[in-house]
């Protein structure tokens, strides 16, 4: 089955020389308040820095729903793209999506400003399909980014600094800038944690959004601009965040592309996921590159989304019952990569091999309380485990678990990462090339090899987890910046890997 045409261009970038003066729309509002919602929103504390970090993921809560606006049409053009060892001067802006007439309203340095808010339409349901071959995702080169800053709302670094490391992601930023989201909402996408044949939709509130937040980013002459609708509709979805204290970036990150991949599941159906033994039994005995390829189909039968498109990962471990000698696999999917420090290393230099060792292990003994439940025996069995990753994306995010163990306070180790040529291959299944994914021009491509370089990190400085301060350092036009709440400044490249990073953002290079 077929997808039906968007309305906003077509999906892999045409681009043309761009020309100053753009007329942008004002930011439109979808500001909630307790007679929407149902559920209070506290307002924003007044800017601090002694913080109180909590780390709790709580339930999702219903989100008001809302009907139709127009819906943008016309294709957008961008700068020529170069390739890797090229280069480019010009601001690459995406522009909002084209609105008919001429905006003449004043700026305004608040997302919250409209008491109707114009909202998406209602998209109807799209035909379920594993691969969408027309949604592209390039490599993209060092381009200067659109930006600017977001202002601290009380204890609210942890969400700009998020949020410029996803607008600084290009395929991904577009993607809501041109407006294409538009055709990909999924109008039967249900709240996270609501039961089937429920009717608390989603309704794509959150892309709706986050979009206007990035094309405010892109395309503001102001300094820095008020993101406060998406800081309240995260805190209505997510209790733990409706509060004046400071949170975990890495959290806050994870939930927004969460909630962005169920709104824009392109699955209407999802698969549970579930399997027989005998399937992966049988994974175990086929070609790698072919059980890759089934593992990582499975897994778009259940989530099929730009968040997956641009962030998605699968890491595979193989264990092997030391009784019948059989093998089997199970497989994880990811947005976000957690990497440990593993404790042998004290609180020493650390090289991203031996970060990358706490989850990609050999031979890992699971004996005694951690034996296996065999399939084929029935019963617990010694094993061993390997764990590698069977599905490398084209976004690469690697969370540097520094809170661990909260009793023993922050772990400061320098985990020195490479501001380019982060090679990942030796931690694949394989280096076969899969078979029928996408083309090599596609960045989602499994073949070798799997480098990267580094595009975005979130620094966090403090002393233990209930304090401290979240910044951001965003690669542009081939200089670092970093992006401290309202404030962007120059810095230089031994600024960026220190002992604060906390999330590495890397982007797959094509070689």
Request: net charge positive; hydrophobic share 30%.
């Amino acid at each position: 089955m077929t997808r039906p045409p968007t309305s906003a261009g077509p999906s892999s970038f045409a681009y043309a020389n761009t020309t100053n003066g753009i007329s942008y729309p004002a930011p439109m509002s979808a500001r909630m308040s307790p007679a929407t919602t149902g559920t209070e929103i506290a307002s924003p504390a007044p800017v601090s820095l002694n913080h109180t970090l909590t780390r709790r993921r709580s339930d999702y809560m219903e989100p008001p729903s809302y009907t139709n606006a127009s819906s943008p049409s016309g294709a957008v053009s961008y700068p020529t793209p170069v390739n890797n060892s090229g280069s480019m001067s010009t601001i690459a802006r995406p522009p909002p999506a084209a609105v008919p007439g001429t905006d003449t309203r004043p700026r305004q340095m608040s997302l919250a400003s409209s008491s109707s808010p114009k909202v998406p339409p209602i998209i109807p349901p799209k035909p379920q399909q594993l691969f969408a071959p027309k949604n592209v995702i390039p490599y993209w080169s060092d381009v200067e980014i659109g930006m600017t800053g977001l202002r601290n709302m009380g204890n609210t670094c942890y969400m700009n600094s998020a949020v410029q490391c996803l607008s600084a992601t290009l395929p991904f930023a577009r993607f809501f800038t041109d407006g294409r989201w538009r055709n990909e909402v999924n109008k039967y996408a249900l709240r996270p944690g609501s039961s089937k044949g429920s009717k608390e939709f989603l309704d794509g509130k959150t892309a709706f959004l986050f979009s206007n937040t990035l094309r405010t980013l892109w395309g503001s002459d102001l300094p820095y601009i008020v993101p406060t609708d998406i800081w309240s509709h995260m805190a209505a979805q997510y209790d733990g965040f409706n509060n004046k204290r400071q949170h975990d970036a890495g959290e806050w990150m994870g939930n927004l592309l969460a909630l962005l991949s169920v709104e824009l599941n392109r699955v209407t159906d999802p698969d549970d996921g579930s399997r027989p033994d005998e399937w992966f039994l049988d994974l175990a005995t086929r070609p790698p590159a072919e059980s890759n390829y089934k593992a990582w189909e499975k897994e778009l039968m259940k989530e099929n989304s730009i968040v997956f498109d641009c962030f998605g990962s699968l890491t595979r471990t193989m264990r092997q019952c030391q009784r019948c000698m059989k093998k089997s696999p199970s497989y994880l999917s990811n947005t976000i990569l957690p990497l440990t420090f593993l404790p042998k290393y004290g609180s020493s230099k650390l090289s991203a091999r031996q970060c990358f060792e706490s989850i990609f292990q050999t031979d890992e003994d699971m004996k005694g309380t951690n034996k296996w439940l065999c399939p084929v025996c029935k019963s617990l069995q010694d094993a061993k485990a390997t764990t590698r990753l069977s599905h490398a994306p084209p976004v690469l995010l690697l969370q540097l678990s520094r809170y661990e163990d909260s009793s023993n306070g922050k772990k400061k180790n320098l985990a020195d990462f490479p501001l380019r040529d982060l090679d990942i291959s030796e931690w694949m299944v394989t280096l076969d090339q899969e078979v029928g994914g996408p083309s090599s021009d596609d960045a989602r491509s499994q073949r070798a090899p799997y480098r990267y370089d580094l595009y975005a990190v979130v620094n966090h400085d403090g002393q233990t987890i209930d304090s401290g301060h979240y910044t951001s350092m965003i690669l542009s036009g081939g200089r670092w910046k970093e992006c401290n709440d309202s404030i962007i400044r120059n810095v230089s490249n031994s600024e960026v890997i220190t002992s604060k990073a906390y999330i590495l953002c890397y982007k797959r290079k094509k070689t």
